[in-house]
Nanobody
Framework: QVQLVESGGGLVQPGGSLRLSCAAS????????MGWYRQAPGKQRELVAQ???????NYADSVKGRFAISRDNAKNTVNLQMNSLKPEDTAVYYC??????????????????WGQGTQVTVSS
């Protein structure tokens, strides 16, 4: 199993910045893509940004130019730097990892893992 622990959420004024961090731990064999999703009240969970093990990134149109995702493969961590925050960025942000673990029979199991979520509130 893989555990994802997020940190860095909070309350910020419009135009401000926050940095989210996520650390993966457990019986990790390989982590492929890591990313951040968010879910606002009454809305579906949506992709914010993702990054492959090779460093390729993908962003939601709504955050392009304002958010930056980065990753440390050696530490199994992913960060999301959020600048120029807007009230519509308010949501619970979830860390996601597409990872494989080694089972007791030495086979690999690949699945998606989720963190517990961290609240980001943008309000004056």
């Amino acid at each position: 199993q893989v555990q994802l622990v997020e940190s860095g959420g909070g309350l910020v004024q419009p135009g401000g910045s926050l940095r989210l961090s996520c650390a993966a731990s457990g019986s990790i064999f390989t982590i492929y893509t890591m990313g951040w999703y968010r879910q606002a009240p009454g809305k579906q969970r949506e992709l914010v940004a993702q990054i492959t093990s090779g460093g390729s990134t993908n962003y939601a149109d709504s955050v392009k130019g304002r958010f930056a995702i980065s990753r440390d493969n050696a530490k199994n961590t992913v960060n999301l730097q959020m600048n120029s925050l807007k009230p519509e960025d308010t949501a619970v942000y979830y860390c996601n990892a597409d990872a494989s673990t080694l089972l007791s029979d030495n086979t690999a199991q690949r699945k998606a893992y989720w963190g517990q979520g961290t609240q980001v509130t943008v309000s004056s």
